[in-house]
C-alpha cells in the first residue's frame, strides 16, 4: 500500500466523540484547542466549543486533529506570543490535566483480568485506583470444625459482613492493604476468585469510569460556559446549548463538593445581565441580548435548584452558605486520603468514613 492510501485509510478510520480535546482548523487562523461538543451531522461536520472565546464552530473531520498530537507544535513561544492562543491553550492544558486520572484509570482497567472458576475459595473483590484489584478472603481464620451447618453459614455470614466494612475501610483510606496480609489479597489468581465476583467487579468497575466521565464533563462544560459568557463578548447561542447538556448529568452530591468552582459558575449566572456598558449596543440589540439573558438566569435557576436537591439541602433560599460549609467537612474529612482514592470516592464510602470520624463505625473487620 502506498503512502496516499495509507494516509486515507488513516483519515477514513479518524473519528471523535463529545468530549475530545482537539485542534479545530478553520480557513485564515492556525488550528485552535477546541472540545467536541456535538456529534457528527449531516454535513459531516462536528460542533465544537473553541477554548479562549467560548465560541462554537462546525468542522470537517479532515480539519480536527487529536490535542496531544498537536500540543508540543503549539506550546512553543512562538504561538504563545498571541494572548488568546494562549489563553485557550491554558484552558484547554487545565482540562487535560484533569483528564489525565480518569484516562489512566480506564486504561489499568482494561487490563485487568480474573476469569474465575473456582467457588471452592471465597472472596470479596475491590478495585483500588490507580490500577489494583485486591481480595478480602471471607476464609480468613475460619474454624476448623462447626456444630452443624447453620453454625458455619452464620459464621459465613458474619464473616462476609465484616469483609464489606472492610471493603468501604479500603476504600476511604482508613486502612493500608499491606498491613491485613492473609486477610486481603492483591491481585488474587483466577483459581482463588468466583466467577459471580467477577462480575460484580467489573460492574463496579464500570460504575465508577461512568461517575469519573459524568463529573469530567461536568468540569469541561462549566468551562465552557464560563468562557460563553466572559466580560468581552458573549456567545448566549452555545451557552444555551452548553446549558441543555448540564441539566442531563446524573451528577451526585460528592461530584459537587469536589468541584465547588463549577458549582459556583452556575450560581453566579443566575444573576447575569453582560457587560452592555462596554459592549454599547443598539436599542434594538440590546432588548434581544436582555431577553437571551432572562432566559440564561433561568435555565441556570434551574440547574442550580436541581444541584439543591442533589445535595438533600433545604428548599426555599439561597443554599449557598450550607454548601461551602459541606465543602468545608468534605476537604477536612478526605484531606489525608489518596488522590485516587477520594477522585473515586462514592457515597456509601464516603458515609462509612464520616461514620468513623464521628465514632460511629460498627465493630472493626478482625485482622
Given at each position: 500500500m502506498n503512502t496516499l492510501s495509507k494516509m486515507a485509510k488513516q483519515e477514513t478510520c479518524k473519528s471523535f466523540k463529545i468530549g475530545d480535546l482537539v485542534f479545530a482548523k478553520v480557513r485564515g487562523y492556525k488550528p485552535w484547542p477546541a472540545v467536541i461538543t456535538h456529534d457528527v451531522n449531516r454535513k459531516k461536520q462536528y460542533t465544537v466549543s473553541f477554548y479562549g472565546s467560548g465560541q462554537i464552530g462546525y468542522i470537517l473531520l479532515k480539519n480536527l486533529t487529536p490535542y496531544l498530537k498537536l500540543k508540543e507544535e503549539y506550546s512553543t513561544e512562538h504561538h504563545l506570543k498571541q494572548a488568546d492562543f494562549r489563553r485557550a491553550m491554558i484552558q484547554i492544558n487545565e482540562v487535560a490535566e484533569k483528564a489525565t486520572t480518569v484516562q489512566q484509570e480506564t486504561a489499568n482497567n482494561q487490563?485487568?483480568?480474573?476469569?474465575?472458576?473456582?467457588?471452592?475459595?471465597?472472596?470479596?473483590?475491590?478495585?483500588?485506583?490507580?490500577s489494583k484489584v485486591f481480595g478480602i478472603n471471607i476464609?480468613?481464620?475460619?474454624?476448623?470444625?462447626?456444630?452443624?451447618?447453620?453454625?458455619?453459614?452464620?459464621?459465613?455470614?458474619?464473616?462476609?459482613?465484616?469483609?464489606?466494612?472492610?471493603?468501604?475501610?479500603?476504600?476511604?483510606?482508613?486502612?493500608?492493604?499491606?498491613?491485613?496480609?492473609g486477610r486481603v489479597v492483591a491481585e488474587p489468581s483466577s483459581n482463588e476468585t468466583t466467577k459471580q465476583e467477577e462480575v460484580k467487579l467489573r460492574e463496579e468497575i464500570k460504575k465508577q469510569e461512568t461517575a469519573m466521565f459524568i463529573e469530567r464533563n461536568?468540569?469541561?462544560?462549566?468551562?465552557?460556559?464560563?468562557?460563553?459568557?466572559?466580560?468581552?463578548?458573549?456567545?448566549?447561542?452555545?451557552?444555551?446549548?452548553?446549558?441543555?447538556?448540564?441539566?442531563?448529568?446524573?451528577?451526585?452530591?460528592?461530584?459537587?463538593?469536589?468541584?465547588?468552582?463549577?458549582?459556583?459558575?452556575?450560581?453566579?449566572?443566575?444573576?447575569?445581565?453582560?457587560?452592555?456598558?462596554?459592549?454599547?449596543?443598539?436599542?434594538?440589540?440590546?432588548?434581544?441580548?436582555?431577553?437571551?439573558?432572562?432566559?440564561?438566569?433561568?435555565?441556570?435557576?434551574?440547574?442550580?435548584?436541581?444541584?439543591?436537591?442533589?445535595?438533600?439541602?433545604?428548599?426555599?433560599?439561597?443554599?449557598?452558605?450550607?454548601?461551602?460549609?459541606?465543602?468545608?467537612?468534605?476537604?477536612?474529612?478526605?484531606?489525608?486520603i489518596n488522590p485516587n482514592l477520594r477522585n473515586a470516592m462514592d457515597e456509601a464510602t464516603y458515609n462509612n468514613l464520616v461514620e468513623a470520624k464521628q465514632g460511629n463505625t460498627p465493630a472493626p473487620a478482625k485482622e
Open positions: 487490563k485487568q483480568s480474573h476469569p474465575a472458576n473456582n467457588k471452592e475459595n471465597d472472596m470479596l473483590l475491590l478495585y483500588m485506583p490507580p476464609n480468613y481464620n475460619k474454624p476448623k470444625r462447626f456444630e452443624n451447618a447453620a453454625a458455619e453459614q452464620s459464621w459465613m455470614d458474619e464473616s462476609r459482613k465484616e469483609a464489606n466494612l472492610l471493603k468501604l475501610q479500603l476504600l476511604s483510606g482508613q486502612k493500608d492493604p499491606r498491613s491485613l496480609p461536568l468540569i469541561q462544560l462549566a468551562g465552557v460556559v464560563r468562557c460563553c459568557l466572559n466580560l468581552r463578548r458573549a456567545n448566549l447561542r452555545h451557552c444555551f446549548t452548553i446549558l441543555k447538556l448540564l441539566k442531563k448529568l446524573d451528577l451526585t452530591k460528592l461530584m459537587l463538593l469536589r468541584n465547588p468552582q463549577s458549582v459556583e459558575t452556575i450560581r453566579s449566572m443566575r444573576r447575569y445581565v453582560g457587560n452592555l456598558k462596554v459592549w454599547k449596543m443598539d436599542a434594538s440589540d440590546e432588548a434581544a441580548f436582555n431577553a437571551q439573558a432572562e432566559i440564561i438566569r433561568q435555565e441556570a435557576t434551574i440547574i442550580y435548584e436541581r444541584f439543591q436537591t442533589v445535595l438533600n439541602l433545604a428548599a426555599g433560599e439561597d443554599f449557598w452558605p450550607d454548601f461551602c460549609n459541606e465543602v468545608k467537612i468534605y476537604k477536612a474529612n478526605t484531606k489525608n
